[in-house]
């Protein structure tokens, strides 16, 4: 019998709505879960445990009334910790936020407190968003429960870690460089960065603005799809968001893909990608061929260019959205003889060795002098490669490629080695300087037993195809099934 917290969302609610379980049960499965897995996982930072059975009991009212919220009443979902959660401590894993306890709920969180969810609690991520592998974090590494020896990915490694682990149905995470995707690949799981403005930043502590979204981590397609559409809307509180409609996720999850074409990035699917993740990417797309879609071989050179491109936006931006931690107005404040000092001693001991890299970075990027060079020729490539995007989705539906280079590698195999570690997002980060929607779907296993990822973009507010194909190759993908975790009671 499948333990309550191996379920996904959809049979969860299905099993709530069928009086098969209670949401009080759902919850103590997942918290029970965590309390075996979190001294080897270390996927939370905060689990709110009170709160959680708070909201699970009054959800079992709702639906012993028979007035359920909705889909999504009674389950229980995790939270990367850079968004704003009324009364709960909010840090972005950085010590400079260590304690902050926000006045008010980012709005993807009001949104799924309005429509009934359980929040587990807080999961851990690399500081600010800032890091491939979880290993950033000021309060410690999240760990793989795939195998404990490797990371989970990054930045939202602790929301994807959470759902593998089994102490979430599932989670939130934000995607600024591929920070949904990657980890959704290396811990086997479906992740999803919708269409830049879809889902509101209201309440998202920013990293990289014009580029940080908001995203499901998943057991399923139909989850990532059913998640997505909760959270995505028009938010007046969000200078950047969409002022129309969102595209439905769950339209058109059964229509298979016959008829569809398919284009296969050459520039992402060749030189620099693992032996294994290339044979599963080749035979998946030969299996969506093979389901009737028309696969198109594209060329789009200035994605050869996007991983430097971004490595000078994003810290461009994330120096001047850094800029408001100076030690006077919020979180951590050591004291100096001078104000100058004392903002230099705060942040000293308030940000971690890669944000402050990225840091320096940005502001070299910004300073007199040298914008023009760098900042300002990396939105000329940016430009370009929205072009050649834009180009490609006149000819093909949607576009497919490996969504990581490898599967999860060993903790510490990367943090002395900054370049290396930013080449694990080169296949991501080209639709977030697009501005497009794209997600990661499990398709296989490699010889050591890690999963790997299979990723489909699409054009802006092309959700609808993209969870259509998605779909289609998780139906037409082995089930790798879930981590064999040896756990210890904590």
């Known amino acids: 019998m499948t333990e309550l917290s191996e379920l996904t969302l959809v049979e969860a609610a299905a099993a709530l709505r069928a009086g098969e379980c209670t949401s009080v049960a759902l919850t ?98 690399d500081e600010f968003a800032m890091g491939s592998s979880t290993e950033n974090s000021a309060f410690g590494p999240t760990r793989n429960p795939w195998n404990l020896d490797t990371v989970p990915g990054g930045s939202s490694g602790g929301s994807a870690a959470a759902v593998a682990a089994g102490s979430a149905l599932a989670s939130l995470g934000s995607d600024t460089g591929g920070s949904i995707r990657q980890p959704a690949a290396l811990c086997g799981l479906v992740g999803m960065k919708p269409t830049y403005g879809l889902v509101s930043r209201y309440g998202l502590i920013a990293f990289a603005s014009s580029l940080d979204q908001i995203g499901p981590l998943t057991r399923s397609v139909q989850d990532a799809a059913v998640l997505y559409e909760a959270i995505a809307g028009h938010d007046p509180h969000d200078a950047t968001s969409f002022p129309g409609p969102a ?3 769950t339209e058109r999850l059964g229509a298979g893909v016959e008829g569809l074409r398919v284009g296969v990035v050459n520039e992402l699917s060749g030189e620099g990608i693992d032996d294994e993740v290339l044979a599963a990417f080749r035979s998946t797309v030969d299996r969506l061929a093979n389901a009737g879609a028309e696969i198109v071989e594209l060329s789009l050179p200035s994605t050869a260019t996007a991983l430097s491109a971004y490595y000078l936006i994003a810290p461009a931006e994330c120096s001047a959205n850094l800029a408001r931690f100076d030690g006077v107005r919020y979180g951590l404040r050591v004291e100096g003889s001078t104000v100058d000092e004392m ?79 930013y080449m694990q997002d080169v296949c991501t980060i080209p639709s977030n300087l697009s501005g497009h929607p794209a997600m990661s779907v499990p398709v296989g296993l490699s010889a050591s037993g890690l999963p790997i990822g299979f990723q489909v973009m699409a054009p802006a507010l092309g959700e609808t195809v993209m969870f259509q194909v998605a779909a289609a190759i998780e139906a037409l993908s082995d089930d790798i099934g879930r981590p064999v975790l040896e756990v210890v009671a904590s």
């Open 28 to 125: 103590e499965s997942v918290l029970h879960r965590a309390s075996l897995t979190e001294a080897s996982v270390h996927a939370y930072l905060t689990i709110d445990r009170q709160g959680a059975m708070a909201a699970a009991e009054a959800s079992d009212r709702r639906i012993a009334d028979e007035k359920p919220i909705g889909l999504l009443d009674g389950l229980p979902i995790a939270l990367k910790d850079n968004m704003m959660t009324r009364g709960i401590e909010t840090t972005a894993s950085s010590k400079m936020l260590s304690g902050y306890i926000p006045p008010y709920d980012g709005t993807v969180v009001k949104l799924l407190r309005e429509a009934g969810a359980v929040f587990v609690g807080k999961t851990n991520l």
């Open 247 to 249: 595209p439905s996720g």
């Open 343 to 421: 903002m230099s001693l705060t942040r000293a001991e308030g940000f971690g060795a890669e944000v402050i890299r990225r840091i320096l970075l940005g502001t070299y990027a910004l300073s007199a002098g040298y914008y023009d060079a760098f900042y300002g020729q990396a939105q000329r490539v940016r430009t370009l490669i929205i072009q050649e995007f834009a180009a490609a989705y006149e000819q093909v539906d949607v576009l497919v490629s490996p969504t990581a280079p490898a599967p999860a590698f060993e903790l510490g195999a990367k943090t002395q080695d900054p370049l290396s570690m």
